[in-house]
């Protein structure tokens, strides 16, 4: 059982925009940053947000992160084929031990 | 550019211990930490700790402590993942990451994966 809660799938069409929640606690989400990663079949994650809200160099703007309180979400806008992947919402709790979310399964109908 | 280069697949027996490697270039060894994050087949990820190439400090994840070990070797820009008393439940993907400059906490590049497999 993760320590974050993610939505274990979610799904959308073409064009569309989906979010992905991510639910943690005052010691991990309430006083850090959270990140959020991308899995595709067969590959290592990719770094997608880091810092609640910062997309790294080569991450399309159509991808953002939020953060409020203990939640955070990501949302991905215009919504493309080669987005379906797995999403991993992680973040640090107080003793500096990382945690992750489950993950959610996006799928593009 | 930057490369971490993970070490190929283990076959293991209950009770044994591994060693992954995970070697770097395309960048300064010494000025980023680098985590291990594991994927059981199926499953989600889950860190197990970091090492600082520098000084060496280590600090693991309270359900891997007494039985992970990670260390460098900084004239070779490597940094090791040893696990012992494997378990069957330890079968799973290893990764190298990366912490990147000013967020050592987000990890910008990963290795390859190892595959590791305990079984009798």
């Known amino acids: 059982q993760s320590v974050l809660t993610q939505p274990p799938s979610a799904s959308g069409t073409p064009g569309q925009r989906v979010t992905i929640s991510c639910s943690g606690s005052?010691?991990?989400?309430?006083?850090?940053?959270v990140y959020w990663y991308q899995q595709l079949p067969g590959t290592a994650p990719k770094l997608l947000i880091y810092?609640?809200?910062q997309r790294p160099s080569g991450v399309p703007d159509r991808f953002s992160g939020s953060k409020s309180g203990t939640s955070a979400s990501l949302a991905i806008s215009g919504l493309q084929s080669e987005d379906e992947a797995d999403y991993y919402c992680?973040?640090?709790?107080?003793?500096?031990?990382?945690?992750f979310g489950g993950g959610t399964k996006l799928t593009v109908l | 550019q930057v490369q971490l280069v993970q070490s190929g697949a283990e076959v293991k027996k209950p009770g044994a211990s591994v060693k992954v490697s995970c070697k770097t270039s395309?960048?300064?060894?010494?000025?980023?930490?680098l985590h291990w994050v594991r994927q059981a087949p199926g499953q989600g990820l889950e860190w197990m700790g970091w090492?600082?190439?520098?000084?060496?400090?280590?600090n693991y994840a309270q359900k891997f402590q007494g039985r992970v070990i990670m260390t460098r070797d900084t004239s070779i820009s490597t940094a090791y993942m040893d696990l012992s008393r494997l378990r069957s439940d330890d079968t799973a993907l290893y990764y190298c990451?990366?912490?990147?400059?000013?967020?050592?906490?987000?990890?910008?590049?990963w290795g390859q994966g190892t595959v590791v497999t305990v079984s009798s």
């Open positions: 990451a990366r912490g990147r400059y000013g967020d050592t906490y987000a990890f910008d590049f």
């Open positions: 395309g960048y300064t060894f010494t000025v980023f930490y």
């Open positions: 090492i600082d190439p520098y000084s060496g400090g280590t």
């Open positions: 005052s010691s991990n989400i309430g006083s850090n940053y």
């Open positions: 810092m609640n809200n």
């Open positions: 992680a973040a640090w709790d107080d003793s500096l031990n990382g945690v």
